[in-house]
């Protein structure tokens, strides 16, 4: 297969992202910049999201070029995050900045453009950095501060994934339990990584209930339960409990999606699934199901996903082979 780069480009809700594969799905370029949030706040607003990105992207794509100088003579195709999820109802301004230039610079050099959406850019993102699963269908768990879910995907013809949602939250998202009590604490958004070294200083076993049923997650209880706790305990124990009730939901949620479809493979996505104290607890809590992680740096947001989808489009299966 002669030379070949492929362009993923994502901008999410608090990432700005491009990355680059080559023709043999090899990672050559990981460049992201993180949206500047203000100390106590616990968010941006999408007209301000937007604007960081319009900001960020010329930078980060001329980082991009520097690293790369032959990637404008061997870019063969990009793709670039949409949407929010794959559904026709879904849909963020924040997403337009990336569609823009990857739309835009396609034109000029007379390359494809893919699109797909940010939870498909993170499912890619998975199955490329955990090398699987290897299955014609499979769980996947998408754990982050705009979604949690859990979907049966399936590769089709063309490598679109074909998602169907089987049980979700029906109030916070994980991240955003994670970033309002770590927020609560005084520590900067986004708070997970912080949370999860404040969790490891823990000396005491503080238990917070867990709510699943019939599909169903909440962390509303769980983030009043951690405010009160505020008041009486010390904050690394509270971290902890945080993260802990984190797992114990989703071990629910996967337990039930496991005896609904039969599926054995589990693929774990989105920044939640990067923290490593959860991940110990649900590779505890479920030996009879084979999980496959994402690696912590491209469980967070990242446009990676969206790069191999850009190759798997192009070169069909003269890439994938290289993918797994």
């Not at 480009?9 to 910049?33: C, F, G, H, P, R």
């Not at 071990?251 to 479809?261: G, H, R, Y």
């Not at 939640?272 to 992680?293: A, D, G, H, M, W």
Request: aromatic fraction near 6%.
């Amino acid at each position: 297969m002669s030379k070949a780069y492929y362009l993923g480009i994502d901008t999410s809700n608090y990432t700005t992202s491009l990355a680059v594969v080559n023709e043999q799905a090899e990672l050559v370029a990981n460049i992201k910049q993180l949206l500047p949030v203000k100390t106590g706040e616990r968010g941006l607003r999408q007209s301000e999201a937007l604007f960081w990105h319009v900001k960020n992207l010329p930078l980060l794509m001329k980082e991009t070029s520097e690293k790369i100088p032959d990637l404008g003579e061997f870019l063969r195709a990009a793709a670039v995050s949409t949407s929010p999820r794959p559904v026709d109802d879904s849909y963020m301004p924040v997403f337009l900045a990336g569609s823009g230039l990857a739309e835009s610079l396609t034109a000029l050099l007379q390359i494809p453009c893919f699109g797909l959406s940010h939870q498909e850019n993170h499912i890619w993102a998975g199955l490329y950095s955990a090398g699987g699963p290897q299955a014609e269908q499979f769980l996947a768990v998408h754990l982050s501060g705009g979604t949690s879910e859990i979907v049966s995907a399936s590769v089709k013809s063309g490598y679109c994934l074909d998602l169907e949602i089987l049980g979700g939250s029906s109030d916070l998202n994980a991240g955003q339990l994670v970033d309002r009590i770590g927020t609560a604490m005084g520590l900067p958004f986004p708070a997970g990584r912080d949370l999860e070294r404040l969790a490891l200083n823990s000396t005491k076993d503080l238990v917070i209930p867990s709510y699943h049923r019939d599909g169903q997650i909440s962390f509303s209880g769980a983030e009043a339960a951690a405010v009160r706790m505020l008041q009486t305990e010390q904050h690394a124990d509270i971290a902890k409990a945080v993260l802990l009730n984190i797992a114990r939901t989703v071990t629910k949620l996967i337990d039930w999606a496991q005896q609904q479809t039969q599926l054995t493979k589990v693929l774990m996505v989105g920044g939640v699934c990067s923290n490593l104290i959860i991940r110990k607890e649900l590779v505890k809590r479920l030996p009879q199901l084979e999980l496959f992680f994402a690696e912590p740096r491209l469980s967070v947001d990242n446009a990676v996903g969206a790069a191999v989808f850009a190759g798997l489009s192009s070169a069909g299966d003269s890439f994938i082979q290289h993918v797994f």
